[in-house]
């Protein structure tokens, strides 16, 4: 990657951030255009990732309170099977601890960027839907699944402001639904009130089947606990 390159990703991410409409308008053309998937992708990825060391951090902080509880496992099972001397068991035990360690982490964020894909795949479905239900199509500006993906895939950006402690999250949750009702209204020549209201659509779904599954649990332990007593 060059410096100009390093110069077009910093701006973008400027732009993605604080003037989300410019950006989408300069980008209309490769957004409304098939394929070229990666770089939105890219951008979406790289915000989740960053957003999720802090979290990858603090997990990393009970991986060691739990490598330690290994390391004295392993050191009492080495000892007393093997009768190893002291510093051969050491020496076990902390490259177990290590690896350990190493391992929580990796696999945390791996898990991390994995569901946010997943969430990106499901959150895309359900936007377009209302899009097709709300939007006109206009002339140049077809209503098609890849272009909604890559304009919700670009939104995912201001997930980095997560980083921030205690408002960071919440600030980072505003601006990310901003930037994707923004675009979707300049990709899709659209209005802001019908781009959020687009946007709004799976939230409300999401949430009635949350209380509904919170409704039917209810139920069923109510049943139960009519049957035991």
């Not at 997930?159 to 923004?182: E, K």
């Amino acid at each position: 990657m060059n410096a100009d390159s390093v110069r077009v990703f910093a701006k973008d991410a400027v732009d993605l951030i604080f003037q989300p409409r410019v950006f989408f308008r300069g980008q209309k053309k490769t957004l409304l255009g098939r394929g070229r998937f990666l770089r939105p992708l890219l951008f979406g990825l790289a915000a989740q990732a960053l957003a999720s060391s802090m979290h990858v951090k603090l997990l990393r902080l009970l991986a060691d309170g739990l490598s330690g509880t290994m390391k004295d496992l392993v050191q009492i099972t080495l000892s007393i099977v093997f009768a190893a001397p002291e510093p051969l068991y050491q020496r076990y035990t902390e490259s177990a601890a290590e690896a350990y360690g190493f391992f929580f982490s990796f696999w945390s964020l791996a898990v991390g960027l994995v569901g946010s894909m997943a969430q990106l795949a499901l959150l895309t479905i359900v936007t377009h839907l209302s899009v097709l239900a709300l939007f006109r199509p206009r002339e140049g500006a077809p209503l098609r699944w890849h272009t909604t993906f890559k304009v919700l895939s670009y939104a995912q950006f201001p997930w980095v402001l997560a980083l921030i402690p205690w408002a960071g999250s919440i600030l980072a949750l505003f601006l990310s639904l901003s930037t994707a009702a923004q675009g979707l209204a300049e990709v899709y020549g659209a209005s802001l009130s019908r781009a959020t209201t687009a946007l709004a659509f799976p939230f409300l779904i999401f949430g009635v089947l949350f209380l509904v599954v919170a409704f039917f649990a209810l139920f069923l332990a109510l049943n139960l606990a009519h049957l035991v007593f």
